[in-house]
C-alpha cells in the first residue's frame, strides 16, 4: 500500500514538481496538494495522509499553525516541514507545534524520499544545519537547573 502524502505549498512551479516526483514511483501516492492550510484540520481528515509535507510561509493561515490543525485532527499524520527559514524561532514553533521533521528547500529529492521513509518507521528526519541548531539548543541549556526530588 503506497505511502499517503499531502502538501502543502505555495510556491505553483515548486509543488507542481513534488506531485511530478512523487507521481513517477509507486510507492507513494500524492493524495492532496493545497495552496494553502486554512482548511488542513479538514483536508487531514478527509485524505487521511499518513505524511504531510508542509512549507511555513503560507498565505492566511502559517504552516506553523497548519502543523497544529493537522496533529489536532490527525494525531497519527507525520509532518515534515519543508521550508526556507533556517531561524531558531520559526524552527522551534513547528517542533512544539507537532513537527516531525524539518528539512530545508535545498534538500536534494532522493534526501526527500529518504525523509519520508524516515518519518513513516519514527524517525525525526532534519536537515542537517537544523539538527545542529537543535542539538546546539540542548547544549546550551544544560547549565540549567532542575530542581528534582531525589
Not at 56 to 79: F, Y
Not at 93 to 114: M, V
Request: hydrophobic share 40%; net charge negative.
Amino acid at each position: 500500500m503506497p505511502v499517503k502524502i499531502a502538501i502543502f505549498e505555495d510556491n505553483d512551479r515548486l509543488r507542481d514538481s513534488l506531485v511530478a516526483l512523487f507521481k513517477g514511483m509507486n510507492d507513494y501516492d500524492v493524495v492532496t496538494d493545497q495552496n494553502n492550510c486554512n482548511e488542513a484540520g479538514t483536508i487531514a481528515r478527509v485524505y487521511e495522509p499518513d505524511v504531510v509535507l508542509m512549507d511555513i510561509d503560507l498565505p492566511g493561515d502559517s504552516g506553523i499553525k497548519g502543523v497544529a490543525k493537522i496533529k489536532e485532527a490527525r494525531p497519527q499524520t507525520a509532518i515534515i516541514m519543508y521550508t526556507v527559514f533556517e531561524d531558531d524561532e520559526k524552527l522551534f514553533q513547528c517542533l512544539c507545534a507537532g513537527a516531525n521533521g524539518y528539512l530545508l528547500k535545498k534538500t536534494q529529492p532522493s534526501r526527500l524520499i529518504d525523509a519520508i521513509q524516515e518519518v513513516i518507521e519514527g524517525g525525526a528526519p532534519m536537515s542537517p544545519s537544523i539538527a545542529r541548531k537543535v542539538l546546539n539548543s540542548f547544549q546550551n541549556n544544560k547549565s540549567k537547573h532542575y530542581d528534582l526530588s531525589e
